[in-house]
């Protein structure tokens, strides 16, 4: 299909909803961003983006800006949560980057997100624009928001979070479920903990209830920790509050020092909610598709959710790069292509709640000797992940 011309709506400003949109912009696509907050922003917080993300980034023309902002680690190092045993060791790095042909990186998000964003002209991020309805006309989509706009497009892509008003349009209102899981996360100025020499490394503690992980981000200038213990529910209006260190470093009593020298070195921390949904059985109708968490929300636990929405982009582009006219087939078409790997891995984040979790005893033992031998992060296991290339999308007749 002539790309030209075609009006693709992208609602939603974050790391989905910019990617999908910088990507159909550079296949030719009119694109317009509709973002609800006043400003594009992120979290103060880490993100972890694997060559399968990277390697699409890249092909947007972004690699010199990631490479500026990005930490490439040089292994992934899983440890014991009490006396900092090894039980796994995996190269990143170099041997990644070779063997994939694109870097695995950490940014602080609003380096991410200022990247993809720089990449697009102003004029088309529409910020102040929260969506409210949406009506499928058959041979174009009308949106409504909240200021009273209205606009008319041949697609609309709902990247608008876990939260998804497009999606409760589409398919009805149900509740993301929380996974009895809360997250204290923080950033620690690097000088602050100089003394432990840390290696560049994405770090993951596994113990009792409970894991941690951390890495260094913005250029190796921040620590970022991500403290994550089961707790029974979440009370909170908000998904997100103010949390105590005291509070974190109580649920971290008797972790190796190391992990609570990083917890008791941050100035303020934040304390989520962790939510997930049930895997979606549709993700589109029409003209009118949704990416990213607004389809599959997942846990971090394999830190995917943001990958898989870029993913979801370039994939995106694909089919409607090939939509020979009928766009609500090249929607079925994308949702077709995506669904099964978003959904392998919202379970396989699931899966690591249970396996990163385990109490001391015969099955923790059994899980670290497994761990010791399997190398689950290996180049071999890991590499159904990292060689998929979600923006080659075979043509339809192929
Ligand atoms: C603790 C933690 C750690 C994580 N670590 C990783 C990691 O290392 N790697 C990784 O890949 N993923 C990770 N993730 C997952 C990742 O953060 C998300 O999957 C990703 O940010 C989702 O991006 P999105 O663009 O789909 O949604 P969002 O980032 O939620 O963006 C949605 C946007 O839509 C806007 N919006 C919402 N409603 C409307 C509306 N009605 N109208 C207009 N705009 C609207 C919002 O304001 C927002 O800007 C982690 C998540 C958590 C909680």
């Avoid at 990247?159 to 509740?175: C, M």
């Avoid at 389809?295 to 636990?301: E, Q, T």
């Amino acid at each position: 299909m002539a790309a030209a011309g075609l009006r693709v709506a992208v609602i939603g400003g974050g790391i989905g909803g910019l990617a999908a949109a910088l990507s159909l912009l550079r296949a030719g696509f009119d694109v317009q961003v509709y973002e609800q907050a006043g400003a594009l922003g992120e979290i103060g917080a880490g993100i972890q983006i694997s060559p399968n993300g990277s390697r699409l980034l890249h092909r947007l023309g972004l690699a010199e800006a990631l490479a500026r902002k990005g930490v490439r680690p040089v292994g992934v190092h899983q440890r014991r949560w009490d006396d900092g045993r090894t039980l796994q060791r995996a190269p990143l790095g170099d041997v990644i980057e070779r063997t994939f042909g694109a870097p695995y990186y950490h940014f602080h998000r609003a380096d991410l997100l200022a990247a993809i964003a720089s990449a697009l002209p102003d004029e088309r991020l529409h910020v102040g624009h929260r969506l409210v309805e949406a009506t499928d006309h058959g041979d174009h989509v009308e949106a409504g928001f909240e200021n009273g706009v209205r606009i008319a497009a041949d697609v609309l892509v709902g990247a608008d979070g876990i939260h998804s008003r497009l999606r409760q349009i589409l398919f009805g209102a149900d509740k993301p479920s929380f996974t009895g899981c809360i997250a204290y996360r923080g950033l620690v100025p690097a000088e602050r903990l100089a003394h432990l020499d840390l290696e560049v490394t994405s770090n993951n503690w596994m113990g009792p209830h409970g894991h941690f992980v951390h890495y260094y981000v913005a250029g190796g200038r921040l620590m970022n920790f991500v403290a994550v213990r089961e707790e029974e529910a979440w009370t909170r209006e908000s998904w997100v509050d103010r949390g105590e260190v005291a509070d974190a470093l109580r649920l971290f009593e008797g972790w190796h020092p190391q992990v609570r020298t990083i917890i008791g070195a941050v100035d303020e921390t934040f304390k989520w909610g962790l939510f997930d949904r049930e895997p979606l059985a549709r993700w589109s109708m029409g003209r009118i598709t949704l990416l990213g968490d607004s389809c599959h929300a997942m846990l971090p636990f394999m830190a995917q959710g943001a990958v898989q929405s870029i993913e979801d982009g370039a994939t995106l582009t694909s089919c409607l790069q090939q939509a020979d006219g009928d766009i609500p087939a090249a929607l079925l078409r994308y949702e077709a292509l995506r669904r099964p790997r978003a959904t392998r891995l919202q379970e396989m984040s699931r899966l690591n709640k249970t396996r990163y979790h385990m109490p001391d005893g015969p099955g923790q033992e059994a899980r670290d000797a497994q761990m010791a031998t399997a190398g689950d992060r290996s180049i071999a296991a890991i590499g159904w992940l990292y060689t998929h290339d979600a923006g080659v999308v075979p043509s339809e007749a192929a």
